[in-house]
């Protein structure tokens, strides 16, 4: 990934929009790029080009069959290693006529660039310890949506890096592996982003054919099964047939009931220990005592038997 200067030296020799040489057209919105740091990337959009296919006559690739805000992550990727979420909601493509391709992809990032490259009173430790420990926040549904398209797009013109990134993504988008507590009970109502994991396996097994994709998806819906199940969201899935789902949820309730089980057994156990706790506190009590009975009974006796050789 490129350093912070060489991105701000990008922006600004890209900001006149000159010596683009190749557009990306997707539904009405066009993207100037140019080749240089397209094909290098691209094996599939760099064959695309040869003099002998249409789009290498007319230097023009159409994307027509992803959205234009998965095209501008595509190509916010292609020129600075990265994308956000927003990327596709704050870039304004106009449909007549394009824009400079730094005014658009690159201009949200050089106020983050700067203030990266220029740190505050807490000096350069502090902005490392506010990029290094992102706060966690609930994932929303779009999240899983954005980030399996981006990783389609990737896919389908062979940037295996760009699938890399969106899978990093995505992984974060879900809850840290630390939390004590995954999934969410039959008893609770899931939050939408669990509710909306089957829509995403769907789109994820139509669009994508990266197993690594599908692997983390898969990972998430079973950690949220017992929650699937009993929506009967997962029933709508065209790869799950009714035996199938059957299973699932006889497996969830399953899981369900030895959890219960745990449950009891931990509480029976917390129980237990608090009463091995008291006993022993009786225990030191009446040792206590038992001592204390054994001073007061030899203490006299040794005084006696000292008073009788005096005597005698």
């Not at 994991?197 to 998806?217: C, F, N, Q, R």
Request: aromatic share 6%; proline share 5%.
């Amino acid at each position: 990934m490129a350093t912070n200067s060489a991105l701000l030296a990008l922006a600004d020799l890209m900001k006149s929009g000159d010596g683009s040489d190749l557009t990306f057209k997707c539904n009405g919105h066009d993207f100037k790029v140019h080749k240089l740091f397209v094909c290098g990337q691209s094996p599939v959009i760099k064959a695309a080009l040869r003099p002998c296919f249409e789009e290498g006559q007319t230097n023009t690739i159409n994307m027509n069959a992803f959205d234009h805000h998965t095209v501008g992550r595509l190509v916010s990727f292609l020129y600075t290693g990265d994308y956000d979420e927003s990327d596709g909601d704050e870039m304004t493509v106009e449909e007549a006529g394009v824009k400079p391709i730094a005014q658009i992809f690159i201009g949200p990032h050089i106020s983050q660039l700067t203030a990266k490259a220029q740190p505050g009173p807490g000096g350069a430790s502090a902005v490392a310890n506010s990029i290094a420990t992102p706060r966690y926040r609930e994932p929303r549904a779009e999240s899983l949506t954005i980030h399996i398209k981006v990783n389609a797009i990737g896919d389908y013109y062979g940037i295996t890096k760009l699938m890399s990134l969106a899978n990093a993504k995505l992984q974060n988008v879900f809850p840290p592996k630390v939390q004590a507590q995954r999934g969410f009970p039959c008893n609770l109502v899931p939050p939408a982003w669990v509710l909306s994991l089957p829509s995403a396996v769907k789109l994820a097994i139509e669009s994508s054919g990266d197993t690594e994709l599908l692997s983390i998806l898969s990972a998430e819906t079973a950690n949220n099964i017992s929650a699937l199940v009993v929506a009967d969201d997962l029933k709508e899935m065209d790869d799950v047939s009714d035996f199938s789902f059957m299973v699932f949820k006889n497996c969830a309730l399953e899981i369900q009931r030895h959890v219960r089980l745990n449950m009891a057994i931990a509480s029976q156990c917390t129980q237990h220990l608090r009463k091995i706790d008291e006993l022993e506190k009786k225990i030191k009590e009446w040792e206590s005592r038992v001592e204390l009975n054994n001073k007061t009974i030899d203490g006299p006796g040794k005084k006696r038997k000292a008073a009788t050789v005096t005597y005698f």
